[in-house]
């Protein structure tokens, strides 16, 4: 008996045609931050994400809000800082609770980074591990072969982990199962010139493709 | 076969030679079981004999007997001089001249004796036992059992003190770590077989490695949480070594490990998974082998105005306090440049117009500042700056500063 028989026999018990192809989706967790995650659902698990943007694009001001949401959930955390760019008094602002936090000092290696991102998934037990390429110049983080990313992502499935890279660009390419665009939309200053201005926040525009349809949520960060 | 000593000297050191059962009955009586010492001395009285030799050796003064009990040999070395050898079964008529004061009763049951001119042991023993019974209770019983040599008590051993030590002399010279492994291999299975046979774990390692050349090489480890994986060792233990190896090839291998009562935790339903701590600890050591030391562990923020002062602490990623900040509003945040970034700055009406730095230049669109900060002005560490927040024409905001030293790109809001 053929399999398309077989198949045609199950289906006609199930009263519906199955679909046997595609994966069931991924448990997602909030991200923190309520406007992407009203628009994307937050970050799924077991998958990697790529957080992109360039400098001042409001990147690192998701990723603390990541950080923090993780850690009021008690899960542990990792960062892998290729840059060394990480501020722990930034962080404490941002709700991060730095004692959930493990952090990884590459010292301006992306290589290293790498490395060490590798060993923490394959270690298991965190609920989130970053990869901070946001201060790699772009060349050396293309550089990472698309071999490696894919190595993460295998060791990251199945597993209730997320994996999020944050870089100039997107590097994973098809690897990353989300890919978060950020850019700067504004710069909110305050009070006049010389006297008392202020940097008072920045409109961040996350886009992103959701269930097949591009979303761009808009969020704030402040400064105070 | 039980054998007593009582006298001066260092008593439970004697009895230890000759047995790991031993009772310290009293500050001046030790009594320990001396059953199968036949095997290697041969007769009772020889057994005896090797005693009282090895208690003439190391000065020790003290009666010695052997006895079928532990009771009748405490009784005999308390009341007869020198060495006695009680015969099985002859108990009773051995220790029958004894007075009654030997056992100690409480001095009322004493005085109630006395009255009725019961004296000595022989006495006590042809007491009839049910009369003994209802005059003088379950006390008075206890000392006409002892009185006849039948005491059947067990002995209360001292808790032998727990060393959890090995070492390993080498014919030869050890330069490589891979051999050293299969000798580090050893030692750390046989400690651990030793730990797990008491229903111990251990969260501190020692090893101290002498050296060809006379030195000694020592490091020590130490675990966040008590535990048995030798594996686990084994591995922090090369990676110990790969990182700090020793000066010249080693001769000699000793090995300590602090025994401690394995940790028992059931985590909840619904509490997250953490990282578990040993294996942590292995992934940590690995990570340390190339990031280097002091770059990996959890940031802890010092109690001080001083920008970015913060350290890193050892500890793991999984215990930290619950806080209660609200963490649903998101923060700028800043990246840091590390090391800062030396800049050259245009100033126009005191106010920074321009900014080159590695990586940073750009014309000034908007800025707010200068906040002037300074403090440790009573410390010799003194810091004193002035920040501005600047919107450069390469798109970035970035905070700069200047302090004595000259101008500077602390790092750039993302």
Known sequence: MGAAVLLKQFESMLGEPFDWQSRPEPERAPSGIAEIDSAIGGLPRGCLTEIVGPASSGRTSLLLGLLAAATARQEACALVDAEDAFSPHSAAEAGVQLGRLLWVRCGHSAEHALKAADLLIQGGGFGLVVMDLGDTPPATARRISLASWFRLRRAVEHTPAMLVSLARQSNARTCASLVIECGRKAATWSGARSVSRLLRSIEVRAQSTHRRKQCSPVFTARAI | ?414
């Open chain 2, 1 to 414: 076969m039980f054998a007593c000593l009582h006298g001066t000297g260092n008593l439970t050191a004697l009895a230890m030679e000759f047995s790991p059962i031993v009772e310290a009955t009293g500050p001046d009586t030790v009594t320990f079981d001396v059953s199968g010492l036949d095997r290697i001395f041969g007769l009772p009285q020889d057994v005896a004999a090797a005693i009282a030799r090895r208690a003439r050796e190391v000065g020790v003064k003290a009666n010695l007997a052997l006895a079928g009990n532990p009771d009748a040999a405490i009784c005999a070395a308390r009341g007869f001089r020198g060495v006695s050898l009680i015969p099985q079964g002859d108990e009773g008529k051995f220790l029958a001249p004894l007075p009654l004061g030997l056992l100690s009763p409480a001095p009322q049951l004493l005085e109630t004796l006395e009255r009725w001119g019961i004296r000595r042991f022989h006495e006590m023993a042809a007491l009839p036992p049910l009369g003994i019974a209802e005059r003088l209770g379950p006390e008075g019983l206890r000392l006409r059992e002892l009185a006849r040599g039948e005491g059947d008590r067990k002995m209360l051993p001292i808790a032998e003190a727990l060393h959890f030590e090995d070492e390993i002399e080498l014919d030869y010279p050890v330069e490589l770590l891979e051999p050293l492994a299969f000798l580090l291999a050893r030692l750390i299975n046989g400690l651990a077989t030793r730990l797990a046979t008491r229903a111990l774990a251990t969260d501190e390692l020692r090893l101290r490695l002498k050296l060809e050349t006379g030195g000694a090489h020592e490091r020590c480890l130490r675990l966040p949480v008590p535990s048995l994986d030798t594996r686990a060792f084994l591995k922090l233990l090369q990676l110990d070594l790969e990182a700090n190896p020793p000066a010249a090839p080693i001769v000699h291998l000793w090995m300590g490990v602090n025994p401690v009562k394995p940790q028992a935790a059931q985590s909840g339903l619904f509490v997250p998974a953490a990282p578990e701590p040993v294996k942590l600890e292995l992934t940590l050591a690995r990570i340390r082998a190339f990031v280097g030391e002091g770059r990996v562990g959890t940031p802890e923020l010092l109690d001080t105005h001083r920008p970015d002062a913060f350290r890193m602490q050892k500890g793991t990623a999984a215990s930290g306090k619950p806080q209660c900040k609200n963490a649903s509003v998101p923060f700028m945040a800043l990246r840091i440049f590390r090391p800062r970034r030396a800049a050259r700055v245009a100033l126009a009406s005191g106010q920074p117009s321009f900014v080159m730095a590695d990586g940073v230049r750009g014309k000034v669109l908007d800025l707010a500042g200068p906040w002037r900060t300074s403090g440790d002005w009573w410390t010799l560490d003194a810091w004193q700056r002035d920040e501005w927040d600047i919107a450069l024409s390469d798109g970035a905001l970035y905070r700069i500063y200047c302090e004595p030293a000259g101008w500077f790109v602390e790092g750039s809001y993302d």
